[in-house]
């Protein structure tokens, strides 16, 4: 551990010395305690993190990237709903195979502090009042279950698919307890492997760190993007490769619909032998604010909304449809060759985001504010931008409707929300039984992951049925 006095010299030669204003009221634990916390953090590393990550906000909030700007070419691309039933299943059963050969991992990434939605546990435990209550968590857990059996069955040969899953600081201790608790809803213990992100000090506006305590620098995650630096050093690389694991499939925590390690997705990836993939749906409307996957010059990239303009936006190809379409989900493969390269040769490299936030912090008179607006920059690195750094890069545009219905704000914004991603469930769950020939006359009708996947394995269940009040349909029950 360093001396305070050593400490105190670095933070004034960088100009942060005032985190320090309260020391002198601090008794010996609150020192200690502070000056442990301290001692982990690079100041002049993380000025100059700052530095960066200010300069390229400005940067962005001066330019329009249109002109460099491509869509993806046609080889890159391929849409499930233009795609032969016959295709389909080839690239299911590819992955299906790669599954069963203990080839397939997830990456759940359940760092973010989901402070749109704005509960005080992490977002996995959430539940959006489903008939059968389930959290995300379950839901997610369950569906690795049933694509287990489904390759059991396809290939005779039960793969194990192990579930990394990508904590933080805020969410780290709740999510471990509540997996324990809930044991691992079914999976076994050794298959699920939680390792945490880092942190990063926040900043105000002026680039100077915020206290959250008199004895505490605020620290955030450092991004989604934080999984790079995460994988290698708590050594998931490394079990990846003992297990055998060669093909990754990384997913936010908030999408209630997303097809976990998706076979589909995994045999269509590994058929055009890419080493990265994204998952995108068609933008909803030229002003939708989502980003865009394309070509920058010459290399892939994630464009958000606020980096065009809005004649770029709207530009339409000679069918009528939106030039730039693909919206990024946030539903990616990676190849474990791939992640290892990032993480030896790139991720210092990584662009840093400014992300502009409501942030406790303690002002001049000890006082802890709960600012109303954005005050404070979170500093964060995103997922997808190691897309630049592949080789080859494939996109595979899937419908909205049986794939993305995510979970970032409140009931009260109305869109995006617990209720939103609770109906789109529900009305998938009532399209899959219409099309084993039920009748759902109520919408409250719940498939469990365990029953089934995607809609397969259900005609003997409801074919001829009519369903008139809340139902849960699980295996249980056959
Ligand atoms: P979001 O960017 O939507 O962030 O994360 P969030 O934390 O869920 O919500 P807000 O912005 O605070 O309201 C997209 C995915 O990336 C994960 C989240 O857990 C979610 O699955 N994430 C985000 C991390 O794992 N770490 C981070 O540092 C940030």
């Known amino acids: 551990m360093q001396s305070i006095d050593e400490i105190r010299r670095r933070l004034k030669n960088q100009n942060q010395e005032h985190i320090l204003r309260f020391w002198d009221e601090l008794d010996d634990d609150k020192r200690d305690k502070f000056l442990r916390q301290l001692s982990t953090i690079h100041i002049e590393k993380v000025n100059d993190l700052f530095e ?22 046609p080889s890159q691309f ?4 233009s795609c032969s039933p016959k295709t ?37 435990m959430y539940s959006v009042q489903l008939p059968s209550g389930k959290t995300l968590f379950q839901i997610q857990a369950e569906r690795i279950r049933r694509l287990q059996t489904l390759a059991k069955e396809r290939t005779g040969e039960s793969g194990r698919i192990p579930w990394y899953i ?8 709740a999510t471990l307890k509540f997996l324990a608790a809930n044991k691992y809803f079914g ?13 990063l000090p926040c900043f105000d506006f002026d680039g100077k760190i915020l206290l959250d305590e008199k004895d505490s620098v605020a620290l955030a995650p450092d991004g989604n ?15 990846m490769e003992k297990r055998g694991v060669k093909y990754i499939h990384v997913h936010s925590v908030d999408n209630i619909l997303v097809k976990v390690a998706d076979p589909v997705f995994i045999g269509y990836c590994k058929s055009k032998e890419a080493d990265c993939g994204a998952k995108v749906v068609k933008k909803n409307s030229p002003t939708e604010a989502v980003g865009v996957v394309c070509l920058v010059d010459g290399r892939f990239q994630v464009v958000e909304y606020s980096e065009i303009t809005e004649n770029t936006a709207k530009l339409t190809d000679n069918k009528g449809d939106l030039v730039f379409s693909a919206g990024n989900i946030c539903n990616h493969f990676f190849t474990v060759d791939f992640l290892k390269e990032i993480a030896k040769n790139h991720e210092e490299k990584l662009k840093l985001h400014v992300a502009k936030k409501k942030i406790p912090y303690i002002n001049d008179d000890g006082d802890l504010i709960k600012p109303q607006k954005p005050q404070g920059i979170k500093i964060e690195k995103f997922v997808f931008d190691v897309f630049e750094f592949t080789k080859k890069f494939v996109t595979w545009e899937v419908p909205r409707k049986s794939e993305f219905s995510a979970m970032k704000n409140a009931d009260s914004e109305k869109k995006d929300c617990p209720a939103t991603a609770r109906s789109d469930l529900l009305a998938l769950h009532k399209s899959y039984i219409e099309k084993a020939g039920g009748v759902v006359k109520c919408d409250q009708v719940e498939i469990s992951p ?3 996947y995607d809609g397969e394995n259900l005609e003997k269940r409801v074919k001829g049925k009519v369903f008139n009040s809340e139902t849960v349909l699980d295996p249980e029950e056959a």
């Not at 960066?52 to 070419?73: C, G, H, N, V």
């Not at 391929?78 to 709903?81: M, P, T």
């Not at 359940?110 to 939605?117: E, I, K, S």
């Open 52 to 73: 960066r990550a200010d300069s390229s906000f400005k940067q962005l909030e001066k330019t329009y990237l249109d002109e460099k700007m491509k869509p993806i070419p």
């Open 78 to 81: 391929q849409s499930e709903e």
């Open 88 to 124: 389909l299943e080839t690239y299911r059963n590819l992955g299906l195979e790669e599954i069963s050969n203990g080839h397939v991992g997830v990456l759940l990434m359940a760092g973010g502090q989901g402070t749109r939605l704005g509960v005080s546990y992490p977002k996995g």
């Open 166 to 173: 990508m904590t933080s600081g805020p969410t780290d201790k």
């Open 187 to 199: 999976l076994d213990p050794d298959d699920v492997v939680i390792f945490k992100q880092g942190l």
């Open 225 to 239: 993007g934080g999984i790079y630096r995460a994988l290698s050093q708590n050594g998931i690389l490394d079990d």
């Open 450 to 452: 365990l029953l089934s």
